[in-house]
């Protein structure tokens, strides 16, 4: 429910700002799959993820903007024993999760300005990541910030020759410096892949 008020509230915005940025401005609203890549905290896919953007053409085919998106990734982790110091041990099973909130610069270039806009982009930016197991009523977590980089892939494919709204997917691998230790577990960089699919305005 709230993914959904939040996208509604961002659809509200994102059509009067593109009536005013005419043909030169865009906005993006996507849901987001993520796959981790050597990941041994918490490396299931999921599709627990959104995507926010928003940018100007300051070129006919070049534009810079924002973006903000989050994700989550959780693994199930059978009951083990996981030793916390020399002198003691730890017996349980646990729920892993990995949530990334990246934020900052984005750019497009793209091949065509028609109705179909095939692109090519890049984000840069700071990436929060919560690292955390839960296991019972208790949660170790560790919080960590790094720097983030994403190249993508994609397409926006309008509805009508106004481009006010369409279609918008896209391919992106992204990398973040963070790092993080939880109990005996420890993440030295993150490696995603994945895919977005929303609405163009």
């Known amino acids: 429910f709230k993914v959904v008020a939040l996208a509604a509230i961002a659809i509200a915005f994102a059509m ?13 609203i996507d849901w987001q799959f993520n796959v981790p890549l050597s990941n041994n905290f918490a490396d299931k896919a999921s599709g627990w993820g959104m995507n926010f953007e928003g940018g100007y053409y300051v070129l006919p085919d070049l534009s810079i903007g924002a973006f903000i998106n989050y994700h989550t990734n959780n693994e199930y982790i059978p009951r083990q024993t996981l ?16 949530f990334q909130l990246p934020f900052g610069f984005a750019t497009h270039y793209r091949f065509s300005d028609g109705i179909c806009q095939p692109y090519i982009g890049l984000k840069l930016g700071a990436n929060y990541t919560k690292m955390s197991s839960d296991f019972y009523i208790y949660e170790v977590k560790d919080d960590t ?7 993508e892939i994609g397409m926006t494919m309008y509805f009508t020759p106004q481009k006010q709204i369409g279609l918008h997917v896209a391919a992106y691998y992204n990398y973040a410096t ?11 960089g993150l490696n995603n892949w994945g895919i977005r699919l929303g609405l163009a305005f």
């Open 16 to 28: 009067p700002a593109k009536a005013q940025l005419s043909d030169n401005g865009y906005a993006n």
């Open 83 to 98: 030793p916390i110091n020399s002198s003691s041990a730890l017996t349980t099973d646990q729920q892993h999760s990995v």
């Open 145 to 151: 910030w790094g720097f983030y980089v994403s190249p």
């Open 178 to 188: 963070n790092k993080g230790e939880v109990l005996s577990y420890s993440i030295d």
